[in-house]
């Protein structure tokens, strides 16, 4: 049911939640994962693409996240891109279309329905563009 799932996986408290929530469904259902994390990048007019983040950064997270699944025994791959603010919900779900992912594990933050609302929570966002199964970690 579940042969392959991506994991999207930010900065956050919330990080270390995902990734056992992905490394318990991945070995109840012998899954192989995709961690992805988007170093997202702020238009700034006179400046260009701004990042909060290296691509160094961003490596070593992602790469210490498959370490930890594969050293639970979960067969895991590491994604990096670059997105521009505002778009990560968009990409994570092109990821997962285009590795054919059966769903999609991310974390919330625990805004509320409003927070959410008005703030354009990633997770919620993702929700309404997936065309898979969405595990939201809290």
């Known amino acids: 049911m579940y042969e392959k799932l991506l994991v999207a996986?930010?900065?956050?408290?919330?990080?270390?939640?995902v990734l056992a929530a992905a490394r318990d469904l991945a070995?109840?259902?012998s899954a192989e994962v995709?961690?992805?994390h988007l170093r997202e990048r702020e238009v700034m007019p006179r400046a260009g693409l701004i990042a909060?983040?290296?691509i160094d950064e961003a490596q070593a997270n992602v790469d210490a996240a498959v370490a930890e699944l594969t050293e639970a025994g979960v067969?895991?791959?590491g994604i990096v891109r670059n997105t521009i603010y505002g778009y990560a919900a968009r990409e994570i779900v092109a990821e997962a279309?285009?590795?054919?992912v059966s769903a999609i594990i991310m974390?919330?933050?625990g805004r509320g329905d409003?927070?959410?609302?008005?703030?354009g929570s990633t997770a919620h966002k993702v929700i309404h563009l997936a065309d898979r199964p969405v595990l939201v970690v809290r």
């Not at 279309?97 to 054919?100: L, M, N």
């Open 34 to 36: 995709w961690v992805l």
């Open 27 to 29: 070995l109840l259902a």
């Open 114 to 119: 409003l927070a959410g609302l008005v703030l």
């Open 52 to 54: 909060t983040e290296t």
């Open 107 to 109: 974390g919330s933050r």
């Open 75 to 77: 067969k895991a791959h």
């Open 97 to 100: 279309r285009a590795e054919e």
């Open 9 to 17: 996986v930010d900065h956050s408290d919330i990080t270390e939640r």
